[in-house]
Structure formats: C-alpha cells, structure tokens
C-alpha cells in the first residue's frame, strides 16, 4: 500500500526533471546555434574590399592594354574605353599603310572582339611565328587578329 502512493509521485518527479533538461537544453541550443552577426562600421574595409573586388573583376585582356607594334609602321594601340565599363576598349589600330582608325572593342573570355570593315574579327595571345610577318618571329608576346595576315607584338 505505501508503494502505490510513492509510484505516481515518482513519475510525476521524473516528469519534471526531464521538463525542466529539456528546457535548460532548448535555450542552449537556441543559443548556440544563433549565428552572431557582427557588424564592422570602420571605414578603413571598404577600399580593402573594392579593392579585391577590382582585381577579382579583373580580365585577362585587362593586360593588353597599350601599344602593340608590327612591322612597316603598322601598330595596335588598346586602351580602356571611355566609358569605364570593364571588358570595354578603345582600339587605334594602323593595319595597312593606308589606313588608321578607331574601333570599339568588347573582351569575349581571353579575346578582345571588334567589327572592321563589316567583319567580326578577335584579337588573342600568340607568338611572332603565328603573325605572318618575319619582323616578329620568334618574339614571344604577341597579339594576333588575323592568323599569318595581321599580327602584333610587344
């Protein structure tokens, strides 16, 4: 007869205490898994951060950029665009005796694209040999536009 009482007061014990882990346990875990958002009001990050920015916008035609000489005069002259958009370029290009002129160019991956004379033409990387002209070869940093017709080299 004395265990009877003792039984529902037991559980009723033991309810309680699991009551009271599960508790402690859940503002616990509510508080460990809350991510801390810190944040970082301090004017000396923000030329680091547009800085790494610019170079991860950086292209590989970035590179190109000045002036490119070929043979007789001939010269590709790259320079960004003056409208500042990345990727863009101003061309100066002499590509016979004839003629010099202006063209927009715009990077497509590692080729810098551009129309002349109605034709879609790409400037890439390559070698002296690949130029056409035996005033380049055998130099090693070289712009292509035409193979073995229109070269470049620096």
Known sequence: MTRAPFIPLLAALLLAGCTQKADHSDAANAGASAPMIETVDDADTVPTNAAAAAADARLPTDDW?????GPEGLFLDIQPSPNGKPGHYALTNRDNLDRQADYPGVADGATIRFVRDGQDLAIHPGKGDETGFKHLAG?????????RQEGYCR
């Open 65 to 69: 950029v000045g002036r490119w000489t």
């Open 139 to 147: 130099k090693a940093d070289c712009l292509i536009v035409i193979a």
